[in-house]
Structure formats: structure tokens, C-alpha cells
């Protein structure tokens, strides 16, 4: 085998590395865009679960019949305490998943920017592959043969 054939050899299965790769950072992505739905979608339902603790609190601290019930009952305080905690923790929870979900757009555009710094690999495969044969056929010989057959097999 020739310089030129071996170099061929070796674009070749470089640019195969390289579908590999892009295949995988694909696959990632992919997976990444469904998760960064699922927390967006999550981030959502913690943010009117938010709400609506805020909404409780407001009611109790403002001259509503429910605060009045509480207190004529004298539970007040603690009805406030319990539902200012039930909304900290839901804003809590809120904001580590908007977190969450940031991280998650910051690793997909990584794995975008990935993939794209690999180019086409599946064109400069094709590329190799052709000129391997080219320079095969253009030998002579049982490698030329086995370029033909596969060249009428493919048409």
C-alpha cells in the first residue's frame, strides 16, 4: 500500500471517529432538549405553586374572613408562620429549578457549539471513501477489482 492509499486509510477512519462523535453529541442533545423542557415545565408549576403560598400569606395579613377566623380562633401567628414558610420554600424550590434549567440551556449550547466544530464529517468521509477508491482504481489491480464490484453492487 502506497503513501497515498494509507493517507486515504487514515482520513477515512478519521472522519469516521468524527460521525461517531457527532452522532453522540446529537444524542446528548437531544436528550438535553427534552430535559431543559421537563425542568422549564416543572419551573412553572413551582412558580404558581408560589403564588398561590404568596396569595395565602396575603390573605392572612390583610382584613380578609380568613383572618378574621383565625383570629377570633387566636391561631393567627402560627397560621402566618406556617404560610410564610410554605411560601419561602416554594420560591425556594422555584429558583433551584429555574437554576436547573439554566445549567441545563448552558450545557446544550455547549453541546451545539461541540458539534458544530466538527464540520460535516459525514461529507469528508464520503470524501475519503472516494478518493481511496479513485486511487484504488487507479492501481490497478485485485483492489481495483474489488472497487469495481462494489461500484456496480451500489448501482
Not at 12 to 36: F, G, H, N, T
Not at 84 to 100: C, G, I, K, S, V
Amino acid at each position: 500500500m502506497n503513501t497515498e492509499t494509507r493517507d486515504a486509510t487514515r482520513r477515512i477512519a478519521e472522519a469516521r471517529d468524527r460521525v461517531l462523535r457527532l452522532e453522540r453529541l446529537r444524542r446528548l442533545a437531544e436528550r438535553a432538549e427534552l430535559d431543559l423542557a421537563r425542568a422549564e415545565a416543572r419551573a412553572a408549576e413551582l412558580e404558581e405553586e408560589a403564588r398561590r403560598q404568596g396569595g395565602d400569606v396575603e390573605r392572612l395579613e390583610s382584613l380578609t374572613l380568613a383572618r378574621l377566623l383565625h383570629d377570633l380562633r387566636g391561631t393567627r401567628d402560627d397560621a402566618l408562620r406556617r404560610e410564610r414558610q410554605e411560601h419561602l420554600e416554594a420560591r425556594l424550590a422555584h429558583d433551584a429549578q429555574r437554576e436547573h434549567a439554566a445549567a441545563l440551556r448552558r450545557d446544550l449550547a455547549d453541546l451545539r457549539q461541540r458539534a458544530g466544530e466538527l464540520g460535516d464529517p459525514e461529507a469528508d468521509y464520503r470524501a475519503a471513501l472516494a478518493d481511496k477508491a479513485r486511487l484504488l482504481a487507479a492501481a490497478g489491480g485485485a483492489g481495483a477489482e474489488r472497487v469495481e464490484r462494489a461500484a456496480h453492487a451500489l448501482a
